[in-house]
């Protein structure tokens, strides 16, 4: 039980509740996975993680119970096949926190903390090129238009302080 129930644990507190987000993290956030889903996901999780730990606690107790070895192996085997069978269920919703986590991996990370700049501009006029030359930020340049398609972020120093 605690082998599934603990990393799953571990994982749902990994991602952030949305009180905590910044403005813009939240607007990526609800941009890029929806704020539907992304609670739909986190409590499905949650769900099967609190189900997990109910139905081996209560073989756990079983077994604890039984009246010799032999019931309480029988108790435990029957508990691992009913785990299995609830993880077995819940792995869509293990499956679709993993596609979440990929799709928020891939977003630029912006400290709110520091000052940014912006770049916007028609497309093929050099707005990556420049990004490449002054920052830290590798962003594809191709000799042809719309050939960025996402935030690409790079940092910069401007007498010792940072800029993003």
Known sequence: MK??????????????????LHPFEGALLDLTVGEGTYVSVLQKVDTL?????????????????APN???ATAVAEEGSQALAALFS??????EDLKKVSRSLRSLP??????????????PNVGKS????????GVPEVCNYPFTTRSIKMGHFYIDAKRHQ
């Open 3 to 20: 082998e599934l129930s603990v990393p799953l644990t571990r994982f749902l507190k990994a991602f952030p509740s949305l009180n905590s």
């Open 49 to 65: 993680r609190k189900s997990i730990q109910e139905t081996g606690k209560s073989y756990a107790n079983r077994a604890a119970n």
């Open 69 to 71: 070895k032999k019931a």
């Open 89 to 94: 269920r819940g792995s869509k919703a293990i």
């Open 109 to 122: 990370y912006v400290d709110p903390s520091l000052p940014t700049l912006a770049l916007v501009g028609a």
């Open 129 to 136: 090129s420049l990004v490449r030359v002054l920052s830290s």
